[in-house]
């Protein structure tokens, strides 16, 4: 499993870029992506999605 950026509620402020432990989060094609490969979910590193976590959108890094 990995989260994904609902990019049409994205405001692409890019905090979730920084946040990211896994470097799973890119701007590619004018839009923010989770690269589900590299997603980890965080696992064994944080309790939370950093990406969920920072957000300032509600719902926008979800469960893909
Ligand atoms: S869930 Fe964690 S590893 Fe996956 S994109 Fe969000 S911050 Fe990165
Ligand atoms: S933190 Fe949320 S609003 Fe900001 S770039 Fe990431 S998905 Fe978009």
Do not use: L, N, W
């Amino acid at each position: 499993m990995a989260f994904k950026i609902i990019a049409s509620q994205c405001t692409q402020c890019g905090a979730c870029e920084y946040e990211c432990p896994s470097d799973a989060i890119t701007f590619k094609g004018e839009k923010y992506v989770v690269d589900p490969k590299k997603c980890t979910e965080c696992r064994g590193e944080f309790d939370t999605q950093q990406c969920a976590s920072v957000c300032p959108v509600p719902k926008t890094c979800v469960p893909a």
